[in-house]
């Protein structure tokens, strides 16, 4: 079993540990001369910072579902930084880059472009009603510090209602409503004054202390959804909170529980607060609807979109907002040389077009059912897994090493994950045990399968070494 982490231990850190004892001895085994050369060099020369460099590994291509690394090794990427909804490298989406680069490959603020007004065209045609109006920024980061500055030019008020546990991005903006110690302590210095947070919605370990179901589902009649309470009652006290910004399904993964979110649009009308919907990593069809929102019927004041708008290629965020917020005319809160770059504007274009010309969001629904299927089948016989939970393809597995207590299994996750690596399947661990699978909605069932087939493959191995016992799937051949 494992040892309880302490402050300061690599286990509590949120996503890539890249100073973990297993880490250290993939790469012995794992990285030939030149593949150890690049990675030291890139360790020599770029800023170290956890999550990141040190890397593990280097890249040669990305293709599809598919990287290769500079060893030959191929992994199913179900990780991708939730860039890779079409696959890496679409046909569609090169040809349609190339194209724009010939044809304008940049366009200066003053002037407007055919092909960042045909985006903004096509995003408001698409996004819940009501959000008429946009702004692109070059990152996720710059677009939710874009989204707070017109909740507070709107509203005139400055103070804020978000999750701890949540990400917004490495700016100060999303720092400060962002609830990770790793972006927000230390010695940054003050953040955003006014920025307060609640414990979010996280049913498996809800932060008010309230029992799940074995099939992870809240007992509402119990808890009367405590989460959604707090974010009412810190509203009313607050009196003067400019907007509530979250996850409306959080990337962890975690589902909120019904009408969560009728709920919490319904206190920030009574508050006067603006609702701000961070739909970073899981918007354009992930979940299986196009945005998170249409599965909860709840309108956002602003919608912010990032990741895979730039189809994995190009970097390119979008605020997406209320026509009654365009209030700052006289001001310039997304003034970002690239905010109409026509080359990032095209690759969005064509990964929207994709999306919908080739059915994505449907499949991402369906591999999605298809997989909760295999991993609840899985949990029955897996006494690692704790919980299953997820929507579309933003799937979460939390492993424990003892289902009463539910205590986290973080050691074992991590040899899970360089294991999976070995066989050939990239995912990332969030809150340091849960296994979070988030491949491109362009994958397939044979694909899933496999993916899944790998995962099991390795929690039996970890079962098998700390003494569980185990037993043959029998949709393992497939
Ligand atoms: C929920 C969420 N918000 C904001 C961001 C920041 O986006 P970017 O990294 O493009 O700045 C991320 C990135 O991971 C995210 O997951």
Known sequence: MDAAP???????????????????????????????????EDARLFMSQ??????LAA??????????????????????????????GHPRLVAAVKRQIDALP?????????????????????????????????????AIDVAIKYARAFTGRHKTL????????????????GGEAIFRSGKIGPLLPGASHVAPFACYRCPYGYPVGADGAPDLALCRMACANMVKYVLEKEGDVAAVIAEP?????????????????????????????????????????????????????????????????????AMLARADLDVAGTQAFGHYT??????????????IEIIEDEGLVDNAAAMGAYALEILHDMKA?????????????????????????????????????????????????????????????????DEMARALAILDSCLADEEESTGVASSTPPWLNF
């Open 106 to 142: 940049f366009s200066p603020r003053r002037f407007a472009n055919p092909v960042a007004t045909a985006l903004a065209r096509k995003l408001t045609a698409i996004a819940p009603k009501g959000l008429d109006k946009v702004l692109f920024t070059t990152g996720g980061s710059d």
């Open 249 to 317: 399904i959080r990337a962890v993964p975690y589902v909120p529980p019904p009408d969560f979110w009728g709920q919490v649009r319904a206190a920030c009308d009574a508050h006067g607060a603006l609702l701000i919907f961070d739909e970073i990593p899981l918007g354009l069809g992930k979940t299986g609807r196009m945005f998170v929102a249409e599965h909860f019927g709840v309108a956002p004041d602003i919608l912010v979109l990032g990741k895979a708008l730039g189809g994995g290629m190009l970097p390119i965020a």
């Open 6 to 40: 302490h402050p300061g231990d690599w286990r509590l850190a949120e996503g890539d540990v890249n100073t973990s004892p297993e880490r250290r001895n993939w790469q012995v085994r794992n990285l030939d001369r030149d593949a150890d050369a690049l990675v030291a």
């Open 162 to 177: 978000s999750f701890w546990d949540a990400f917004h991005g490495a700016g100060f903006g999303g720092a400060s409503v």
């Open 50 to 55: 956890s999550l990141s460099s040190p890397c």
């Open 338 to 351: 690239h905010e109409k770059n026509p080359v990032a504007a095209a690759a969005a274009l064509a990964t």
């Open 381 to 445: 016989r897996r006494r690692l897994i704790g919980d299953v939970r997820g929507k579309g393809l933003a799937i979460g597995i939390e492993l424990v090493s003892d289902r009463d207590a539910k205590t986290p299994a973080n050691e074992a996750a991590d040899r899970v994950l360089y294991r999976a690596l070995t066989r050939g399947l990239n995912f990332k661990l969030t809150m340091g045990n849960v296994i979070a699978l988030s491949p491109p909605l362009i994958v397939t069932r």
């Open 59 to 88: 890249v040669a291509k990305a293709e599809g579902i598919w990287l290769e690394d500079t060893t030959g090794r191929r992994y199913m990427d179900f990780h991708g930084n939730n860039v890779h909804h079409v696959g890496y």
